[in-house]
């Protein structure tokens, strides 16, 4: 079954760095596309970036120029480096995909970034 791993969350001072992985298991890692998401407690989930299997990854205006999505296919898996991180980063960030029609998202993992 389709199944996808967050880790490397954790508390961080304003100004670090935290780099998240997202291990797939269940697709054709290589040719699935990743879109990684965030939801602030108590806000709505939005996306952060798309981990395109050839070509750049896009990201959401927020994070432009301070997050870089990357990916190991050897490994099943994609990986989101963050950077230069404010507090309103804070919150728990997911990755998902589609198979099928159908998203599957991980369990998420916490990003706390402390002022």
């Known amino acids: 079954q389709v199944q996808l791993v967050e880790s490397g969350g954790g508390l961080v001072q304003t100004g670090g760095s935290v780099r998240l992985s997202c291990a797939a298991s269940?697709?054709?890692?290589?040719?699935?596309?990743i879109r990684w998401y965030r939801q602030p407690s108590g806000e709505q989930r939005e996306m952060v970036g798309i981990?395109?299997?050839?070509?750049?990854?896009n990201y959401a205006d927020s994070v432009k120029g301070r997050f870089t999505i990357s990916r190991d296919n050897e490994k099943n898996t994609s990986y989101l480096q963050m950077n230069s991180l404010k507090p309103e980063d804070t919150a728990v960030y997911y990755c998902?995909?589609?198979?099928?029609?159908?998203?599957?998202y991980g369990q998420g993992t916490q990003v706390t970034v402390s002022s």
């Open positions: 998902s995909t589609v198979v099928y029609g159908k998203m599957y």
């Open positions: 981990d395109r299997t050839i070509g750049s990854s």
């Open positions: 269940g697709i054709t890692f290589s040719l699935s596309v």
